[in-house]
């Protein structure tokens, strides 16, 4: 039932931003280009790439709900991280065609080569409209990313949050170029440009950095040792790797353990521990666990050493 309630809220919040994009497109394009705003119609611009990737990243979360099989023994949960770099990789190249175009557009103005009467009032209405709109997706996408853990989801709250400035960006430039600087308009367009660019590098970072298992992170890790040492009979806790999965975590710990125990006993410690990890740690699919002796080098390739988690807790 959680992954079913996670699943839902993911969608939900792809189907209210593509709702709203595809809204908010119609509106800047056809306003940018009959209302003379460059920054406007920039901006417009930039929605219409939104419900493109929205497109996309609906599609691979489709992708991503799907079973476990022989060749994804741990599910497709991963088809999420790659979802959010197709967001990094859209918000990336659609803020380097919006500043390549503003700036055009404003370097016209400046020489003499194009002449600007200034932007309608309507297109001032439309920004400002996008401005409440995209703050009130940008809160709702947040929230369920936290509450989902989706990193699609994430990228797409942020992407939101760019479109409030770059709306804004825009608003200013109509209204200094309405008072007789038409040049701030384009310029606006290209400043937000810069802003978007950097939320691009930044979704694609941290999509990149999961793909390529930079976990854990010091709070996981911390979690960890604190639940180890909650356990006497862990002498000390020596190694901790996480590889995610989507949401999911796959954690693989080295114990060392007193050499006198049996191996029943060291089944049992380990047995503890997996217990401990699933209990105290969200969205954990398997836990492996590897013992030995105290002040031995560890090894991970005994027979019977390594302890598998076979069904992990609050999992079916």
């Known amino acids: 039932m959680q992954a079913e309630q996670r699943d839902r809220k993911s969608a939900l919040a792809i189907r209210v931003g593509l709702a709203g994009n595809v809204l908010l497109a119609a509106l800047k394009t056809w306003i940018g280009i009959t209302g003379r705003s460059p920054a406007l119609l920039a901006d417009g611009i930039n929605s219409t790439s939104d419900v493109a990737y929205y497109l996309v990243v609906a599609a691979f979360m489709r992708q991503a709900r799907k079973p476990a099989d022989e060749q994804h023994p741990y599910g497709h949960s991963q088809l999420e991280d790659i979802a959010a770099l197709v967001v990094g990789a859209f918000v990336l190249t659609t803020a380097i065609a919006v500043f390549w175009g503003s700036a055009k557009a404003a370097y016209e103005i400046l020489s003499g080569a194009a002449v600007s009467e200034g932007a309608a009032r309507i297109a001032l209405w439309i920004a400002l409209l996008t401005i409440v709109l995209k703050a009130f997706l940008t809160e709702c996408t947040r929230r369920l990313g936290a509450q989902t853990g989706n990193a699609a989801v994430a990228a797409l709250a942020r992407d939101h949050r760019n479109d409030i400035f770059s709306a804004a960006g825009a608003a200013v430039g109509i209204i200094l170029g309405r008072a007789g600087y038409p040049w701030v308009d384009p310029l606006a367009g290209a400043l937000v440009a810069l802003v978007i660019l950097k939320t691009g590098i930044g979704i694609l970072r941290e999509a990149s950095a999961d793909l390529m298992d930079a976990v854990p992170s010091r709070l996981l890790s911390a979690k960890i040792a604190a639940l180890a040492a909650a356990i006497p009979e862990i002498e000390e806790l020596e190694e901790v790797h996480a590889h995610r999965f989507g949401p999911y975590l796959v954690i693989n710990v ?32 398997r836990v492996h666990v590897h013992y030995h002796p105290a002040g031995a080098a560890p090894r991970g390739d005994g027979p019977g050493l390594l302890h598998d988690c076979r069904k992990p807790h609050g999992l079916p």
């Open 254 to 285: 080295t114990i060392a353990v007193d050499g006198g125990q049996t191996i029943r006993e060291g089944d049992r410690i380990a047995s503890e521990l997996e217990r401990a990890i699933t209990r105290g740690i969200e969205y954990v699919r």
